[in-house]
């Protein structure tokens, strides 16, 4: 049940995430830093469903002699974002009530 909990929120929270360009793993530090820890095996999947949705682009780039996919979030992406956080504010404030 927690997991199914989290899922949903997870899409919310990487949009967010992204307003700021990163990379995978500076993206895995940035979540588990506010409290949302996600495994690889998650995390990059989601990163390909939303670039295929258009919410994200992508580019690589070489740091420190290493290539790296850099996300941000795309013209759509920042529409859905907003779109998502007032659905997320609207179902926090039904919940808060019943709880």
Do not use: H
């Not at 919310?12 to 700021?20: D, K, Q």
């Not at 295929?52 to 979030?73: A, D, H, I, N, P």
């Amino acid at each position: 049940m927690r997991l199914e909990l989290r899922r949903g929120t997870l899409v919310l929270a990487v949009l967010a995430c992204l307003r700021t360009e990163r990379y995978g793993y500076t993206l895995r530090q940035a979540l588990a830093a506010d409290g949302l820890e996600m495994e690889e095996s998650t995390l990059y999947p989601l990163l390909r469903r939303l670039e295929g949705q258009g919410l994200l682009t992508s580019e690589w780039r070489e740091e420190e002699k290493r290539k790296k996919r850099f996300y941000v979030l795309s013209p759509g992406g920042e529409a859905m974002l907003a779109a998502l956080t007032d659905e997320w504010r609207g179902i926090n404030a039904s919940l808060e009530r019943i709880l």
